[in-house]
């Protein structure tokens, strides 16, 4: 990704991205000030179509960033070509079929998301560390209750050695009948 574009204008079949608070939102420019994108969940909750918008509308105030690749499989005018085949589309879907994965499908041929690959990773991350807290909760009850077994034991074992080794006469002492 390039750094931050203060301009408006940029080349043709450009992949444009902005951030924002937890997810990052990606268009191709389509030339005089046009952005083609999946507008998915744009619209509060409601699924909308890949559309086509002006840039302002696209950034909604954010900075606009772009995305370069180092031999993308089409050139420009194709690029902007094969967003317009799939214009009007509503096929939006989060994890499978994003406004990141229709970019690199018209840029690259392949659907892909860089941002669902992180999203993957992080919960695959969780998964393990929350699998092995449990396991080490688990294995440390395991352990404290074996503790705690292990102290009654002792207790009980060192109760029995001290009755041992009270005199029999102060033993019996305790147990006389009362007068």
Not at 122 to 141: C, E, F
Not at 151 to 162: S, T
Request: proline share 4%.
């Amino acid at each position: 990704m390039s750094m931050q574009q203060t301009q408006q204008h940029f080349p043709l079949g450009t992949h444009l991205i902005v951030k924002h608070f937890g997810y990052s939102h990606h268009g191709i420019y389509a030339g005089r000030g046009r952005v083609i994108h999946y507008s998915g969940f744009a619209h509060v909750f409601k699924k909308h179509p890949i559309e086509i918008t002006s840039i302002q509308r696209f950034a909604r105030g954010k900075p606009i960033y772009t995305r370069d690749y180092p031999s993308p499989r089409y050139k420009a005018k194709a690029i902007v070509r094969r967003m317009r085949s799939r214009m009007h589309e509503n096929q939006y879907h989060l994890i499978i079929n994003n406004c990141e994965h229709l970019c690199t499908w018209a840029i690259t041929g392949i659907e892909s998301s860089t941002q669902v690959v992180r999203m993957q990773r992080r919960l695959a991350t969780i998964g393990y560390v929350s699998s092995i807290m449990s396991y080490m909760n688990s294995l440390m009850l395991t352990i404290a209750t074996a503790c705690f077994a292990i102290v009654l034991y002792i207790k009980l074992i060192l109760r029995r050695q001290a009755k041992k080794s009270i005199p029999v006469h102060l033993q019996l002492k305790g147990k006389e009948p009362k007068k």
